[in-house]
């Protein structure tokens, strides 16, 4: 693997190596482990023009725990600032012989577009509406590590799916390793053609309840709408869409519950849905740190590595 810039460049196959591995980091972590060697003499940068806890944290700990050199670049203390370009930036930093460079940027297409440019590999941390690959690969090692399998499960996103790069990237992934995706929410947030990314749309949180095997929940994406004119409103919302105790209840007694974060308690969803214990949702960030330090074991050659130091 050269980059990782979208769902679409993870094979089934390739899912399922990281699966294998990021579960094996994962016991290892859970045994105690918090240094590796694996990623010694490399170094990974971390260059974020969004803001971010769980994506960017994780990055950081995955290198580090990996004995990788890390830097952190934040946009508002950048040169970027000053007027320098995303691709000069890269540029700059590229001369520094990083190995990995790790870029959420607001832009669709900027992973991709710099990656063009420089000798180091992209990890596209999120990229506006359009890919966050990394957040998808945890998501379904969740999921298989949860049913075994996403063959035949089926999955429903609800929420502010035309905005949401995750909804995109897990639509391709869970497709690929063999579930059904749909999407429920306000018309106003549904994307404009469903079939372009293979999902299909429900109209009732009765179908909603029939159908999922897991449900994922999406906060609104304020930042990319004019936040005055956000139909239904967050109250609105709450009421018609938000996960609680009732809706919970309607759902199949084996249905998961997943978020990525940020959520917003009292939005789409309550106190109820994340105290349950078919929440999955701090679960994904657990393995999130797994998968992010398989990426940048594979990233940078050391798969090998990887795999001796955790055996
Ligand atoms: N899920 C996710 O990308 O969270 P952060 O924005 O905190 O990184």
Known sequence: MRHLISAEDVSRELFYEIYNLSCRVKKALREGRKKFSVLRGKCVVNLFFEPSTRTRSSFEKAGKFLSADVINITASASSVKKGETLIDTLKN?????????VLRHPCEGAPYTVSKFIRASI???????????????????????????????????????????????????????????????PSTMMPRFPEAIGVKRLSSFEEVAEVSDAVILLRIQLERQDAKKVFPSLKEYAELFGMNKKRLSMLKPETVILHPGPFNRGVELNNDVVNSDRSLIFSQVETGLAVRMVILSLLCGRKEKLKEEIA
């Open 123 to 185: 990890v596209n941390a999120g990229d506006g509406r359009h890919q966050h690959p990394t957040q998808a690969l945890l998501d379904a090692v969740t999921l298989v590590e949860h049913f075994g399998t996403l063959e035949g499960k089926r999955i429903t996103i609800i929420g502010d799916i035309a905005n949401s790069r995750v909804a995109r990237s897990d639509a391709i992934l869970f497709r690929k390793l063999g579930a059904e995706v749909f999407v429920f929410g």
């Open 93 to 101: 930093l590229d001369m520094m012989h990083p190995d990995v460079v």
